[in-house]
């Protein structure tokens, strides 16, 4: 029996370990980064900027002073938490409580996972201060969530395969949807709460669902957006709050649609083949992703797309996916990633946006392939392809681990 990924966290503090360990499971991704065995950072999906948000409420932080500081650490590659105290934003008892906060919240989700794919990638770290870095043992486990309500919130008494009335179903039915749309190609058949219009752009009804992929999700800090086919060219449309998980909203739209969920068995077969690249002949990008694949197997290529020409800036894969295959994949997804007016954020809602957290990932479900894009700083994408059988969790973190390997190879410069 494989160790529960709490006893996988404990056993490398024990070891002392330096790195990033990531936890996907279908409804959860955690990332836990050690120094020396004590952590030093952590985060998960359900909770991505409780750091941020409690160092405000103790600090007083204005959110435009926390974005310089942000972009600042970014830039240089400095601590974010010794930073804001030598710039006298807070103090080191401040930063050590939203630290402490953030943290415990993922690893008591850490806790609940009975079994998760899990990955440790082995780094060193600039030196954090030890004022802020903590014993794994200083986290409790949280105990399992209560089950007390679970019938009052499951699917919907009964099914149904109509429309009308479907909208109202699944927003009653299921947690964390603020709007849903039931579409027949482009064109909106039912919505709750209802909207003179289509919430949903044309563009990305007809890149994702009406253009070969039978599911879509656009990520953001604030929200998501979810697209999912459910028969010829008709489609059901959702946002999704922030701490919304996408695994068991997904499950509870196809059962409530009376639309058996697609299921993959097995696990991801050996990629094989002969190794090719793209782009300019021995870029360092090329390396960084023929480095990533090796450490993660379920990637099966990786591009980043050049956001003006669309042509490859660079590129790592094997066969049997040919490169042609993902070329073509990344671009026609690239334009649902970059369709205009994606609903995703509510009126007033900008104060994530000023700490600096605007960009957009995207999944799309094709044929055997779970498709993951993030947008790049200067328009570039990168876009990750990973068998479908493959949990798309451990998809998310991949896409989260290598665009943040890129980023700080970016920053560092030549």
């Known amino acids: 029996m494989s160790a529960r990924p709490i006893d996988r966290l404990r056993s490398l503090s024990r070891e002392n370990a330096n790195g990033e360990l990531i936890c996907a499971a279908p409804q959860l991704e955690v990332h836990v980064y050690l120094q020396a065995g004590r952590i030093a950072w952590a985060t998960d999906s359900r909770h991505r900027f409780a750091f941020a948000s409690h160092l405000q409420s103790i600090a007083h932080i204005e959110p435009d002073t926390l974005r310089q500081v942000v972009e600042e650490c970014r830039r240089e590659r400095l601590p974010l938490g010794e930073t804001l105290v030598q710039w006298g934003l807070a103090t080191w008892e401040a930063v050590r409580t939203a630290l402490s906060h953030q943290i415990s919240l993922a690893v008591s989700q850490l ?18 201060d030890d004022r802020l870095t903590f014993q794994v043992s200083e986290f409790a486990p949280a105990p399992p969530a209560s089950t007390e309500d679970a019938s009052e919130s499951g699917p919907a008494a009964s099914s149904t395969t109509g429309t009308r ?6 927003r009653a039915s299921i947690e964390g949807l603020s709007w849903v749309e039931v579409l027949d ?12 219009s289509s919430r949903v752009p044309v563009e990305l009804v007809r890149t994702s669902v009406l253009d070969g992929c039978d599911f879509v999700a656009i990520r953001s800090a604030r929200s998501s957006v979810v697209g999912l086919g459910v028969a010829a060219r008709r489609s059901i449309w959702c946002r999704l709050s922030a701490d919304s998980t996408f695994g068991s909203v997904v499950s509870a739209i196809w059962a409530a649609a009376g639309v058996p969920c697609k299921s993959f068995t097995g ?12 782009g300019a002949a021995g870029a360092a990008a ?14 099966l290529a990786a591009i980043v797309l050049d956001g003006t020409t669309l042509e490859p800036m660079a590129g790592s894969g094997s066969g049997p996916l040919a490169p042609e295959r993902c070329l073509d994949l990344a671009r026609r997804r690239l334009r649902s990633l970059a369709a205009e007016t994606l609903p995703l954020t509510d009126p007033g809602e900008h104060e994530l946006d000023a700490i600096g957290f605007s960009m957009k990932t995207l ?7 779970w498709c993951f894009g993030a947008e790049l700083e200067h328009g570039a994408s990168l876009w990750v ?30």
């Open 111 to 128: 806790a609940q996972m009975e079994t998760a794919q899990t990955l440790f990638l082995e780094r060193t770290f600039p030196p954090y």
């Open 165 to 170: 009335g479907l909208a109202r179903q699944l």
């Open 185 to 196: 190609g482009d064109r909106v058949i039912d919505g709750d709460p209802g909207c003179p």
């Open 267 to 278: 696990g991801p077969p050996h990629a094989g083949g002969a190794a090719w690249s793209l």
């Open 286 to 299: 090329n390396e960084t992703l023929r480095a990533f694949q090796q450490r993660a197997q379920e990637v």
């Open 363 to 369: 999944v799309s479900g094709e044929d055997t392939l």
């Open 385 to 414: 392809f990973v068998d479908r059988r493959t949990s798309q969790g451990l998809g998310w973190a991949y896409l989260s681990a290598l665009t943040r390997t890129l980023a700080r190879e970016r920053a560092a410069g030549p």
